[in-house]
């Protein structure tokens, strides 16, 4: 059973700094990789996805790693705001053909607070 | 563009009531989800679909059901509601290859 852990589950920065947040799996037959930010009271927002063949995705001051082999991707936020301030959630899709579908298997997410 | 929309936002019941959670999608999406999200956890599927008429159990289905009679809609039913069953619930989509999920804004649920 796939399992999804995110390291730290805190983390609290001042603003401008550089910062990195952990998501590693057990299983690595996955089929992509998604980043998610949530809000206090909203949902998900999709950040990165990252297919399995793929490295790296990079969107604005964000950049998301895939170390398929290791089970581990990193999320780098650069320059951090205090507007980044949210709970972030990496998801993994399992490779298992076209039945898979949106199974995906959450890790339990890293509060992240930027403070002025 | 209203994407993935849910109700209600909030409701308390007591043990053994029963209701539904609405949820409803103007992308034309062909898959659609249910997730519950306990204090400090990540997300649990709970029910999903990959079409009109066609749903099948995710990871915690105990104490649900769904169903699936149009492409825009796609209630979750609570029989018989139990304080386990207090949660938020969220519904999303996506189209029929599954990247990128949207997400609707949640369902705060307790059960009392």
């Known amino acids: 059973k796939q399992e999804v852990t995110q390291i730290p589950a805190a983390l609290s920065v001042p603003e401008g700094e550089n910062l990195v947040l952990n998501c590693s799996f057990t299983d690595s037959a996955i089929y992509n990789l998604q980043w998610f930010r949530q809000d206090p009271g909203k949902g998900l927002t999709s950040l990165l996805l990252i297919q399995s063949s793929q490295r790296e995705q990079t969107s604005g001051r964000l950049n998301a790693s895939l170390d398929k082999s290791s089970g581990r991707s990193t999320l780098y936020i650069a320059a951090s705001q205090p507007g980044d301030s949210a709970t972030y959630l990496c998801a993994v899709r399992p490779d298992a053909g076209g039945t898979s579908y949106g199974k995906l298997t959450f890790g339990q997410g890293t509060i992240l607070t930027v403070h002025p | 563009n209203a994407g993935v929309t849910q109700t209600p936002k909030f409701r308390i019941l007591k043990i053994g009531q029963s209701m539904t959670l609405q949820c409803t999608q103007d992308?034309?999406?062909?898959?659609m989800y249910w997730y519950r999200q306990d204090p400090g956890m990540g997300l649990k599927l709970i029910y999903y679909?990959?079409?009109?008429?066609?749903?099948d159990k995710g990871e915690v289905p105990n104490g649900y059901n769904v169903s699936r009679s149009t492409t825009e809609d796609f209630p979750l039913r609570l029989e018989l509601a139990a304080p386990s069953q207090t949660s938020v619930y969220f519904c999303?989509?996506?189209?029929?290859?599954?990247?990128?999920?949207?997400f609707g804004e949640g369902s705060w649920l307790t059960v009392v």
């Open positions: 992308m034309n999406h062909n898959y």
């Open positions: 999303a989509s996506s189209y029929h290859q599954p990247n990128t999920i949207y």
């Open positions: 679909s990959v079409g009109a008429g066609i749903t």
